[in-house]
């Protein structure tokens, strides 16, 4: 028994050891998870974050392929053509298809499952094109955006700059004709083909039938497919800039746009006479509920204005924050991305990359328009690099531990006596430069569009194990 005996050791002897608490302990006790411990979590996420795969545009078996034309003409060309590159792109909302749209007008739907057997399982012995496109169609204009019906997955949106309709495509039936064409009304006055098109699509998540797109005349047009193809809404502002993007909010009653001029401008649909609007056939003009200019409000933050001389750009995109409906992010044609906090109508985050000639390079004017997106949780933006090849991960998480917000400080909070973790940006390179961004709504993996008409996984790295070790 002697052997078993452990011999007191005395207290002099012995040095007092510091023993980090356990951090699960309290969310195993009462339940409750803590932003920090969220926070903690993300940034763990975030740096798992690679490269895993790149697919190229795949060929249409059934026509001559717009988007690999380009490709072709492009590889004898010292600069790169304009129609080339994936203009949009975005899941349904179970993350079961993906559907893009490129600069040379074609529209392809894809499974995810089969695109993430591809990249992560093992190989097979069908073409990738073969396996991973379930649908592609050709159109004889480029296409600048692509959205789901949120209350009919297998519908499937996209509009066009240079065209002034909206085309509904059903991924059930095996066509290349749209089931159904929104016309915009023609003008009164003779435009420019460049000023008929829409910019961006938009559509109501409690009303199956009610569609809105932003038009390149400075308006927004809202169509009720249950009333006629022709819209019965159209909202204006006092500015006729041509509109980028457009947003909805989570109750439909609130509508962002953001135009060419920097400017962001809402209108409530409760507000006035438009609830009395689609009770007819005619077209109706309503004026916007109020107008944000973007430049006087960073002018307001002193650090940014001592640094960099505050300049009215044009805004590519804007993006509610699915984790914290108040913050609608916005994207700078200059690379430039922020929050600004409809609470307090105030920025509050902002991402100023350097620019591209600290290192020697040149921003190209490129036709398509960057769109970024956020992460489900966590309050990530992820968007793409104007002047490198990768993929920017923001931390905009609400409150001054974020790295972007612009009264940042990690010693304002405390939390039983330490500070907060401080938040960093991720920057993830890629194979070619980003256009578009969508995120699974399930895995968080990253779908970014290339400029080179490329669909780039970014998500987490799997280490494969190349000696296993069997019967243990």
């Given at each position: 028994?002697?052997?078993?005996?452990?011999?007191?050791?005395?207290?002099?002897?012995?040095?007092?050891?510091?023993?980090?608490?356990?951090?699960?302990?309290?969310?195993?006790?009462?339940?409750?998870?803590?932003?920090?411990?969220?926070?903690?979590?993300?940034?763990?996420?975030?740096?798992?974050?690679?490269?895993?795969?790149?697919?190229?545009?795949?060929?249409?078996?059934?026509?001559?392929?717009?988007?690999?034309?380009?490709?072709?003409?492009?590889?004898?060309?010292?600069?790169?053509?304009?129609r080339e590159g994936i203009s949009g792109v975005e899941f349904d909302s179970k993350g079961i298809y993906l559907a893009s749209v490129t600069k040379s007008g074609c529209l392809t739907v894809l499974d995810f499952e089969t695109l993430y057997c591809l990249a992560y399982g093992p190989s097979s012995g069908l073409s990738e094109d073969e396996t991973k496109c379930l649908l592609h169609i050709c159109t004889s204009k480029p296409l600048d955006a692509v959205r789901w019906?949120?209350?009919?997955?297998?519908?499937?949106?996209?509009?066009?700059?240079?065209?002034?309709?909206?085309?509904?495509?059903?991924?059930?039936?095996?066509?290349?004709?749209?089931?159904?064409?929104?016309?915009?009304?023609?003008?009164?006055?003779?435009?420019?083909?460049?000023?008929?098109?829409?910019?961006?699509?938009?559509?109501?998540?409690?009303?199956?039938?009610?569609?809105?797109?932003?038009?390149?005349?400075?308006?927004?047009?809202?169509?009720?497919?249950?009333?006629?193809?022709?819209?019965?809404?159209?909202?204006?502002?006092?500015?006729?800039?041509?509109?980028?993007?457009?947003?909805?909010?989570?109750?439909?009653?609130?509508?962002?746009?953001?135009?060419?001029?920097?400017?962001?401008?809402?209108?409530?649909?409760?507000?006035?006479?438009?609830?009395?609007?689609?009770?007819?056939?005619?077209?109706?003009?309503?004026?916007?509920?109020?107008?944000?200019?973007?430049?006087?409000?960073?002018?307001?933050?002193?650090?940014l204005k001592e640094q960099s001389s505050i300049l009215q750009k044009s805004i590519h995109s804007i993006k509610l924050d699915p984790s914290c409906s108040y913050q609608l992010s916005f994207h700078l044609d200059d690379g430039w991305s922020g929050v600004l906090n409809l609470n307090s109508l105030t920025v509050t985050h902002m991402h100023c990359p350097p620019p591209p000639w600290l290192d020697g390079e040149e921003l190209t004017a490129h036709s398509c328009l960057?769109?970024?997106?956020?992460?489900?949780?966590?309050?990530?933006?992820?968007?793409?690099?104007?002047?490198?090849?990768?993929?920017?991960?923001?931390?905009?998480?609400?409150?001054?531990?974020?790295?972007?917000?612009?009264?940042?400080?990690?010693?304002?909070?405390?939390?039983?006596?330490?500070?907060?973790?401080?938040?960093?940006?991720?920057?993830?390179?890629?194979?070619?430069?980003?256009?578009?961004?969508?995120?699974?709504?399930?895995?968080?993996?990253?779908?970014?569009?290339?400029?080179?008409?490329?669909?780039?996984?970014?998500?987490?790295?799997?280490?494969?194990?190349?000696?296993?070790?069997?019967?243990?």
């Amino acid at each position: 028994m002697q052997k078993f005996v452990v011999p007191v050791v005395s207290q002099k002897n012995c040095r007092t050891m510091y023993q980090h608490g356990w951090k699960r302990s309290t969310i195993e006790l009462d339940g409750r998870i803590s932003h920090k411990y969220l926070h903690d979590s993300c940034q763990l996420l975030l740096d798992s974050y690679a490269e895993v795969r790149s697919f190229g545009h795949s060929r249409c078996s059934r026509s001559n392929c717009p988007t690999h034309a380009a490709q072709l003409g492009n590889q004898n060309r010292l600069r790169p053509f304009i129609r080339e590159g994936i203009s949009g792109v975005e899941f349904d909302s179970k993350g079961i298809y993906l559907a893009s749209v490129t600069k040379s007008g074609c529209l392809t739907v894809l499974d995810f499952e089969t695109l993430y057997c591809l990249a992560y399982g093992p190989s097979s012995g069908l073409s990738e094109d073969e396996t991973k496109c379930l649908l592609h169609i050709c159109t004889s204009k480029p296409l600048d955006a692509v959205r789901w019906n949120p209350t009919n997955q297998n519908e499937v949106c996209c509009v066009s700059r240079n065209d002034s309709n909206v085309l509904l495509y059903d991924i059930g039936y095996v066509s290349s004709e749209p089931i159904e064409v929104l016309e915009k009304s023609l003008p009164k006055f003779s435009t420019p083909e460049a000023f008929n098109g829409l910019s961006d699509i938009a559509f109501a998540s409690s009303d199956k039938s009610r569609v809105l797109a932003s038009g390149f005349d400075g308006a927004i047009y809202i169509w009720d497919r249950r009333l006629s193809n022709f819209p019965c809404v159209k909202l204006t502002s006092s500015s006729q800039s041509p509109f980028n993007c457009i947003e909805l909010d989570i109750e439909d009653r609130i509508v962002f746009g953001a135009n060419q001029q920097g400017i962001i401008v809402t209108w409530d649909l409760r507000g006035g006479r438009s609830s009395f609007a689609f009770q007819n056939h005619n077209e109706v003009c309503y004026p916007f509920f109020a107008s944000l200019k973007l430049s006087s409000m960073l002018e307001k933050i002193s650090a940014l204005k001592e640094q960099s001389s505050i300049l009215q750009k044009s805004i590519h995109s804007i993006k509610l924050d699915p984790s914290c409906s108040y913050q609608l992010s916005f994207h700078l044609d200059d690379g430039w991305s922020g929050v600004l906090n409809l609470n307090s109508l105030t920025v509050t985050h902002m991402h100023c990359p350097p620019p591209p000639w600290l290192d020697g390079e040149e921003l190209t004017a490129h036709s398509c328009l960057r769109r970024p997106a956020w992460l489900p949780t966590n309050s990530v933006y992820a968007v793409g690099s104007s002047s490198r090849n990768g993929v920017y991960l923001l931390d905009f998480l609400p409150g001054r531990s974020s790295a972007c917000h612009v009264d940042h400080s990690s010693e304002a909070d405390t939390i039983s006596g330490e500070s907060k973790g401080v938040g960093k940006n991720r920057f993830i390179p890629t194979s070619e430069g980003v256009l578009a961004c969508a995120v699974h709504p399930q895995n968080d993996t990253i779908i970014a569009g290339s400029k080179h008409s490329a669909l780039l996984m970014v998500s987490q790295r799997h280490q494969i194990d190349e000696n296993p070790r069997h019967g243990c």
